[in-house]
C-alpha cells in the first residue's frame, strides 16, 4: 500500500472451506518499509529481490524475509504469518463459537 511516507506491508490470508462453500481472510500486521525499498518497488522490482539487492542478501524471501531483516530477526517470515493463518482457520476449526448467538 503506498502511503505519504512510502510503502506499507502487509498480506492477506484467505481459506475456502470446500464442504461450506465459505471464505474467511484475515490481514498481518502491517509496517512500512524503508525508503530505500521503495524507491526498488517504485522500479517494479519485487520485494524480495529487493530486499536481496539492497541487503545484500542470496533468496531472502525463503529465509526470514523482509520482515526478518528489519526487526532484526525478532520477527520471521514464518512467525509474521503464523497468527493470521490461525485466525484465517478459526472460523472452521471452531464453528460452534463463531456461530453463537
Known amino acids: 500500500k503506498d502511503t505519504d511516507k512510502g510503502y506499507e506491508c502487509f498480506a492477506w490470508i484467505s481459506v475456502y472451506d470446500v464442504t461450506s462453500d465459505e471464505i474467511n481472510s484475515c490481514r498481518t500486521a502491517s509496517f512500512e518499509l524503508p525508503q530505500g525499498l521503495t524507491r526498488l518497488l517504485k522500479t517494479g522490482v519485487e520485494l524480495g529481490t529487493a530486499d536481496d539487492m539492497l541487503y545484500k542478501r542470496v533468496n531472502g524471501k525463503q529465509g ?3 520482515v526478518g531483516i528489519l526487526t532484526g530477526g525478532v520477527i520471521d517470515r514464518t512467525e509474521y504469518y503464523r497468527h493470521c493463518a490461525i ?10 463459537v463463531h456461530n453463537a448467538g
Do not use: D, K, N, Y
Open 64 to 66: 526470514s524475509g523482509t
Open 87 to 96: 485466525l484465517a482457520l478459526a472460523p472452521f476449526a471452531q464453528p460452534e
